[in-house]
T-cell receptor, first 112, second 115 residues
Framework: KQEVTQIPAALSVPEGENLVLNCSFTDSAIYNLQWFRQDPGKGLTSLLL?????REQTSGRLNASLDKSSGRSTLYIAASQPGDSATYLCAPPLGAGNMLTFGGGTRLMVKP | DTGVSQNPRHKITKRGQNVTFRCDPI?????LYWYRQTLGQGPEFLTY????????KSRLLSDRFSAERPKGSFSTLEIQRTEQGDSAMYLC?????????????FGDGTRLSIL
């Protein structure tokens, strides 16, 4: 069974700050880990997928790292903008079918 | 690339009624997943298909729930005799299979409200 914890649960920052969102998981036998953002009332938008053989993955202002052995992943957001306000979810998979398991997410508010 | 499409977006029904949701995955994706999300929580896995075969079902999927993917393309999720606790967002995702580098792509979900 995979359990996922995300810290902090909520975060409010002024525009322009660099942010670190933390994710920990209990089962390190994973092939990959995916980060998503979710806007209110919407589905999930895939941000990054890190394979277990990688340590980092970058997309624009986002950088995600993965340390399988310690069961941790972090999402770094550079120069935050109000449009980054959303809930961020990390999802390591469970099983050969790659079924995703989720924590409660981090609710981010970036104030102008 | 049209993305994952879910219909309807919202469904309001009385307790005890049956409801059916539809998911159209990204066209070349052979894997299709259903998740359920309640307010303030992360999604929870319900079931997944590879092509038309249903390969995994969560214990959350009681016998009132049934999912199909008859031709390996779209999928339906039916809930019979709905209960208050079924109120949630039902999310569908699709991906390619094979290896550890295939991301799942989600639709916008169907929000179910039980009166």
């Amino acid at each position: 069974k995979q359990e996922v914890t995300q810290i902090p649960a909520a975060l409010s920052v002024p525009e322009g700050e660099n942010l670190v969102l933390n994710c920990s998981f209990t089962d390190s036998a994973i092939y990959n880990l995916q980060w998503f953002r979710q806007d209110p009332g919407k589905g999930l938008t895939s941000l990054l997928l890190i394979q277990s053989s990688q340590r980092e993955q970058t997309s624009g202002r986002l950088n995600a790292s993965l340390d399988k052995s310690s069961g941790r992943s972090t999402l770094y957001i550079a120069a935050s903008q109000p449009g980054d306000s959303a809930t961020y979810l990390c999802a390591p998979p469970l099983g050969a079918g790659n079924m995703l398991t989720f924590g409660g997410g981090t609710r981010l508010m970036v104030k102008p | 690339d049209t993305g994952v499409s879910q219909n309807p977006r919202h469904k309001i029904t009385k307790r005890g009624q049956n409801v059916t949701f539809r998911c159209d995955p990204i066209s070349e994706h052979n894997r299709l997943y259903w998740y359920r999300q309640t307010l303030g929580q992360g999604p929870e896995f319900l079931t997944y298909f590879q092509n038309e075969a249903q390969l995994e079902k969560s214990r959350l999927l009681s016998d009132r729930f049934s999912a199909e993917r008859p031709k390996g393309s779209f999928s339906t999720l039916e809930i019979q005799r709905t209960e208050q606790g079924d109120s949630a967002m039902y999310l569908c995702a699709s991906s390619l299979s094979g290896g550890g580098n295939q991301p799942q792509h989600f639709g916008d979900g169907t929000r179910l409200s039980i009166l």
